[in-house]
């Protein structure tokens, strides 16, 4: 089911490696040009164009883009109890963990008389986008708003697609579900805007007839195509967590790994999206035989057959043969996944000589599953090889360091001489005069 690639024997630079791998094509920039005009219709003609495009492309007009209190509250009330209390753990489990990123301003004396001070100071006002079409994300909502809040942001909105097939109070809204997370979080600023038009409304701000949705500095969260190359046409007017591509699982495993939890835990990504990436990196050729007749077995059994088989068999999954776990650790920092699952002996060791990865999880008892819901780690992280030199959203991502420079009289003087000696070797006089000022002929 799984394509295979052999790289046994052969010694191959990290140029070579990331070539070698498979990747799912996500070609953003192509994107751009769709893109644009929705965004220029935001931007022009607001509530009207949102209006439109939601009939457009989500085949439904909400009846407001505001989602009302009472309609929030109604999903809160009408929200299965299993869900609540799953959702509540979630919360719970994920407001531990982001409390302790929290960050704390330091002074550091560079001389007597003269400090600089660090501040972490959060946005003003994010944007969560929470993405619908194949599944529902009410974890999503959970992973962007935790962190948000635990940063101590002021003003948090939240966009998801309206759904044409929901019925009742809900018609025309986001999914329940979605509507559900919102209010169990305190969130009730929430919007029926999907897609690239949902990132524009939240950039440039809209009026429509029951509300006014203020532009965000930052805007957060996954999405389609279209959403990515949003974020890329307007980052600069915003700031951005990432330009997020389809989910990837990557597993490092020996002979030691089940091979059930292998194939299980493959899947368990490959029904997120056809274009979704599974790879296994493995030294047994044993365990790859035993992984493709679980997988042949258990694919035919899950709901979304179609849509796994589809991811498996595309040219963005396949199985990786190494010769050893040095050679696979070397494919898995080159590959830089999303989700990294280390099932191998002594896996601790083995995941900490881990340096490119959105998250790892560990051993066999650490499914990627885990992580998406109630592990306390975040699962909005980098994807397509970004986690070579970006993070998951956490609570650094709401924050902004702000460097706050204090020097009395003495300490400027003191320095004053490398002032001067370097704005003129810069050919900036004006630089080096506007100390020289401060102290006349008494330098």
Request: aromatic share 4%; net charge negative; hydrophobic share 45%.
């Amino acid at each position: 089911m799984m394509s295979t690639i052999d790289l046994r024997g052969r010694v191959l630079s990290m140029r070579e490696l990331r070539q070698a791998l498979p990747r799912a094509e996500f070609d953003v920039e192509a994107a751009l040009e769709t893109v644009r005009p929705i965004t220029e219709a935001v931007r022009h003609r607001g509530a009207e164009a949102l209006y439109e495009l939601g009939e457009r492309f989500d085949g439904v007009r909400p009846p407001s883009l505001r989602v009302p209190a009472a309609v929030l509250t109604a999903a809160l009330e009408a929200l299965d109890p299993a869900v609540r209390a799953a959702l509540e753990e979630s919360i719970r489990r994920a407001r531990v963990v982001h409390a302790d990123q929290r960050r704390t301003d330091t002074t550091t004396q560079v001389v007597p008389g003269g400090e600089v001070t660090e501040r972490w100071v959060p946005v003003d006002r994010v944007g969560l986008y929470v993405p619908g079409g194949l599944a529902v994300y009410p974890s999503s909502v959970v992973m962007n708003v935790v962190p948000a809040q635990a940063a101590g942001v002021g003003s948090l909105a939240v966009a998801s697609p309206p759904q044409r097939d929901n019925t009742g109070a809900f018609a025309g809204y986001p999914h329940p579900t979605i509507l559900a997370a919102c209010a169990l979080l305190g969130v009730d600023e929430v919007y029926a805007v999907g897609g690239a038009q949902a990132v524009a409304a939240f950039a440039y701000g809209f009026e429509d007839a029951d509300a006014t949705c203020e532009p965000v500095s930052l805007v957060t969260g996954p999405g389609n195509i279209y959403v990515a190359a949003a974020k890329r046409l307007l980052k600069g007017l915003i700031g951005i967590d990432a330009e997020a591509g389809p989910t990837e699982i990557a597993i490092l495993a020996d002979e030691s790994a089940d091979a059930e939890h292998v194939a299980a835990d493959l899947i368990s990504q490959a029904e997120h999206d056809p274009l979704a990436a599974a790879v296994l990196v493995t030294d047994s050729p044993d365990l790859v035989e035993r992984v493709a007749t679980a997988l042949e077995r258990r694919v035919g059994l899950t709901k979304h057959t179609e849509r796994v088989r589809t991811a498996l068999t595309g040219q963005q999954s396949g199985t990786v043969l190494v010769d050893d776990l040095d050679a696979g650790l070397a494919v898995v920092n080159a590959y830089a996944a999303e989700h990294l699952e280390i099932q191998t002996r002594d896996a601790a060791a083995v995941a900490a000589r881990v340096r490119n990865a959105g998250a790892v999880f560990v051993g066999p008892w650490a499914p990627v599953s885990l992580g998406d819901y109630a592990a306390g780690s975040n699962h909005v992280l980098p994807t397509g090889g970004c986690a070579t030199h970006s993070s998951g959203l956490s609570v650094q991502s709401f924050l902004r360091g702000i460097h706050v420079v204090t020097y009395d009289e003495a300490a400027l003087r003191e320095v004053a001489s490398h002032v001067v000696t370097l704005a003129q070797a810069e050919d900036l006089p004006a630089h080096g005069e506007a100390v020289t000022a401060r102290f006349g002929d008494a330098l």
